[in-house]
């Protein structure tokens, strides 16, 4: 932390000059400059180098070639790259959306005194805890031929189910997946959210007559849409940036089924060494995510311009 | 339903607007709860076995021999048990070694965000000065800048900084991270200036002030972002699959992903070392429970 260091002692030089206020002016700065030193190095200059990668032809052995927008041109005429984009959309969409009533439908079924209900919220959270990379070797475990899915499947005389081997069900096993670990996460969320809705609404609804399904709709519902965009949003997010399940678990295959796009770039980029063409397609990612990183920062920082 | 539920309802009108968070739900309406809560119990009582049976299914084929690994119908509890399957999948690879690397980096990460993320917060929310709210919204606005979409140059500034394959490598980009500058923020938002104030007229240094008042006050809200940091640094996959290639550097999530490549069959084996890759998440988790929820809960935070 040099900059930390140079920054006190330039200040300790410039003491008598300055004013109390700015002193503690001074102190406040130095010591939110490491957090900005460190996020402009590794965060803001890679951002503004990737756009300018995305820009040249880069083998990593010969100096980047400028060659303007050729990569991008390339990109959306190479079906690989659409179908991965393809892929990344639908593993958003349908991750994403049955996550949505499953958290919440659980925080609602939570928000209330249950017999062990400090037991069964742990259990439910547990797929939390477990690592990305330990969840992809187990999963892989289960969805086997022979797996333990397969065989609880057939007591219901459902099955086999290919699951990973088949381009028609492999995106949906990790689908699957995503949901299994998502759902606990927001329902976290939404169970914070229900438990700052105050008791008297439901009360007062109830004087009036409302039934469970009416006060549902008309005080949950519409209290908890700050709570439900952000949900939507974080889990979006979270979506578009999958790579470890998929790449462990089939590498993106078969048939690229389940090439999602960062599982892409990071092939583009590591394994065919092309770097300007990686970089355009993350300037595609980018893109993704800043649309809805956008939104989410929006509402982190509305309470601000209230105060 | 709704009728029945009526009466219990004028209890809460004759308590009136005044908070009746703790006042005890009547007779009548502790009955006409019951079945829906039992209906809400048996619900959650079946996804827990869905959450769970991955966890379960682990546990038990890492105890169970190859010959009964798939064999029908299923071995739920495996006879006879197969303890030996921790000890060679432990001395497959240097094990040992991935988890120290990755203890080593996760708590490395976890310390520095606590320090810098409470000081950017405590400038953030008790300095005055110019380009403050710039700064704010610039920390704020690296939550758009993942991994995923600046890891090629990235790569490259480590390559450059010669740091491939290098501890700094894997720890020097996450020392920080926007959104623990935001939850340090806002909850730094709701300590008193006067607090601060008042220490600074006893002559007490500005650090000082940060270490032994500032600090202690957001004990709730540090275990949040240790248990948070902690979890998102252990889990790390992409970043050291980028830049380590050297075994003795390995993380445990790349020791696990190469003996899954190299040992693709062993189930009983890989299912031991994802036990073992488990258990200190789990370990945390129940020893923190409250802020490992809290810090979750953190996260949907939007005051």
């Known amino acids: 932390m040099p900059s930390f260091i140079h920054t006190t002692r330039a200040t300790t030089r410039r003491r008598l000059r300055l004013s109390l206020a700015s002193k503690q002016a001074a102190f406040g700065i130095a010591i ?4 900005l030193a460190i996020l402009a190095v590794f965060r803001f200059l890679p951002m503004v180098e990737a756009f ?91 969805y086997q031929q022979d797996g333990v899915i397969n065989t609880i499947l057939d007591w219901f005389d459902i099955g086999p189910v290919p699951w990973l081997r088949s381009s028609a069900t492999s995106l949906w096993a990790v689908i699957l997946i995503g949901i299994w670990r998502a759902t606990p996460y927001y329902m976290v969320i939404f169970l914070a959210g229900l438990q700052a809705i105050p008791k008297d609404y439901y009360d007062a609804a109830e004087i009036d007559g409302a039934g469970t399904w009416a006060s549902f709709r008309h005080i949950t519902l519409p209290l908890l849409k700050p709570t439900t965009l952000l949900v939507v ?61 956008f939104i989410q920062v929006r509402m982190f920082t509305r309470g601000d311009e209230q105060q | 339903m709704t009728g029945t539920v009526t009466p219990a309802g004028t209890t809460a009108a004759v308590t009136g607007p005044t908070k009746r968070k703790t006042a005890p739900p009547g007779l009548l309406r502790r009955l006409t709860r019951r079945p829906a809560s039992i209906a809400a119990f048996c619900v ?13 299914w682990m546990l038990s084929s890492s105890l169970r021999t190859m010959e009964n690994m798939f064999s029908l119908p299923i071995q739920w509890i495996p006879e006879p048990l197969n303890w030996r399957s921790y000890v060679l999948a432990w001395q497959a690879q240097d094990f040992t070694r991935y988890f120290l690397n990755s203890g080593f980096v ?8 606590l320090l810098l993320c409470s000081l950017a917060g405590y400038s953030l929310t008790k300095f005055r000065y110019g380009g403050r709210g710039v700064m704010f919204i610039l920390i704020l606005s690296t939550m758009m800048l993942p991994l995923e979409v600046t890891m090629v140059p990235l790569f490259l500034i480590i390559k450059q900084l010669d740091w491939a394959n290098s501890y700094q490598g894997l ?14 923020r806002q909850y730094m938002l709701s300590i008193p200036k006067d607090l601060i104030d008042s220490a600074r007229i006893d002559g007490a240094s500005e650090l000082r002030i940060f270490w032994m008042i500032v600090l202690p006050l957001c004990k709730p809200a540090l275990v949040a972002l240790a248990v948070f940091t902690f979890r998102e640094a252990w889990d790390m996959y992409i970043w050291p699959l980028i830049i380590i290639t050297k075994d003795s550097l390995r993380t445990l999530p790349l020791g696990i992903s190469l003996f899954m490549s190299s040992y693709g069959t062993s189930w009983d084996q890989l299912m031991a070392i994802a036990v073992l890759g488990t258990l200190p998440m789990i370990l945390l988790f129940f020893f923190l429970q409250r802020a490992f929820i809290q810090g979750i809960a953190a996260t949907g935070l939007k005051e």
Request: hydrophobic share 60%; glycine share 6%.
């Open chain 1, 32 to 35: 939110i400059l490491p957090t």
């Open chain 1, 52 to 142: 300018y990668f995305s820009l040249t032809q880069y083998d990593l052995v010969h100096p980047p070639k400028f060659i303007g927008l050729a990569n991008f041109a390339s990109l959306l005429q190479d079906p690989l790259f659409l179908k991965s984009v393809r892929v990344s959309l639908t593993y958003v969409l349908f991750s994403v959306v049955p996550v949505l009533p499953l958290s919440l439908g659980l925080a609602v079924l939570f928000n209330r005194s249950l017999w062990i209900k400090n037991l069964l919220r742990s259990a439910i959270f547990m797929p939390v805890v477990m690592p990305a990379v330990v969840m992809a070797v187990v999963w892989t475990f289960m």
């Open chain 1, 233 to 293: 949003v974080m889990n979006v997010i979270v979506a578009m940036k999958v790579f470890a399940v998929p790449l462990i678990m089939t590498g993106g295959g078969p048939a690229d089924s389940t090439r999602v796009l960062p599982l892409f770039i990071y092939q583009t980029a590591f394994e065919f060494f092309d770097m300007g063409r990686a970089a355009a397609m993350s300037v595609f990612l980018f893109v993704g995510v800043m649309l809805f990183s």
């Open chain 2, 44 to 56: 959650l009582l079946g996804v827990a076995c869905v959450t769970l049976l991955p966890f379960y």
């Open chain 2, 106 to 113: 996760a708590i490395a990460i976890t310390l520095s965000n």
């Open chain 2, 171 to 184: 720890i020097m980009p996450f020392l920080v991270d926007g959104f623990g500058v935001f939850l340090m």
